[in-house]
């Protein structure tokens, strides 16, 4: 289900300018901005270490066996606001326990550009675009692989799946040359029930 919010048109503007590219420019200055790592070949990248974590936008209900995470594109201007809740490049690791519910609450904050999110099964060589056919059915946004159909600016969408598969698996942005530039997150199903958020020390 999509849900549109009203933004100022002239922000929808800077799509048709070319101004949401990262690396695109022909000055190739990437090495000074704060996130030149995004900028690099998408190498696959270990997961992030340490205790899994429980941010206030992972919410866990054993009772129901159902995980709710509010995931934004966005939310913040690092790498040209292609980024999922901040983070690029593998830098979340986000785990939920096999057989649970999930469900996804994906707002695209992102003034210019279409994004979307999935689950993918593909974890590596993101230089080449995912195919748009998710791990788990349900997993996937509306016209995921779409810059005018997809979750354009300003708005949300849910999606539902089980996560009927143990696995290691990528939460990815299906729109053309997102992943290359970092737009991808590690997806974990634990067999042994573990469930929360690792987050790469920078």
């Known amino acids: 289900m999509k849900h549109r919010r009203l933004i100022p ?13 990262p690396g695109s ?7 000074n901005t704060s996130s030149s790592s995004a900028m690099q070949p998408a190498a696959t990248r270990p997961p992030p270490s340490g205790p899994l974590t429980i941010p206030d936008w992972y919410t866990r209900d054993d009772d129901t066996e159902t995980i709710h ?3 934004g594109a966005g939310d913040i201007p690092d790498n040209n606001y292609w980024n999922f809740n901040g983070a690029i490049n593998g830098d979340i690791a986000i785990t939920v326990p096999l057989g649970y519910n999930v469900m996804v609450h994906f ?5 210019n550009m279409a994004h979307s999110l999935g689950v993918s ?10 195919e748009a056919t998710p791990i788990f059915e349900g997993a996937i946004t509306q016209n995921p ?4 159909d997809g979750t354009m600016p300003g708005e949300e969408e849910t999606v539902e799946f089980v996560a009927e598969q143990a696995g290691n698996y990528a939460l990815v942005c299906y729109i053309p040359g997102h992943t290359a530039v970092g737009m991808w997150l590690h997806f974990t ?14």
């Open 9 to 21: 048109v002239v922000a929808l503007s800077f799509v048709a300018c070319g101004g949401g590219e």
């Open 25 to 31: 420019g022909g000055n190739n200055n990437d090495t």
């Open 69 to 71: 995470l509010v995931i």
């Open 107 to 111: 707002d695209n904050a992102d003034p």
């Open 121 to 130: 099964p593909q974890i590596e060589n993101f230089m080449v675009p995912p």
């Open 145 to 148: 692989g779409s810059m005018i």
């Open 189 to 202: 199903v634990s067999a042994e029930g573990e469930g929360g958020v690792q987050a790469r020390q920078l």
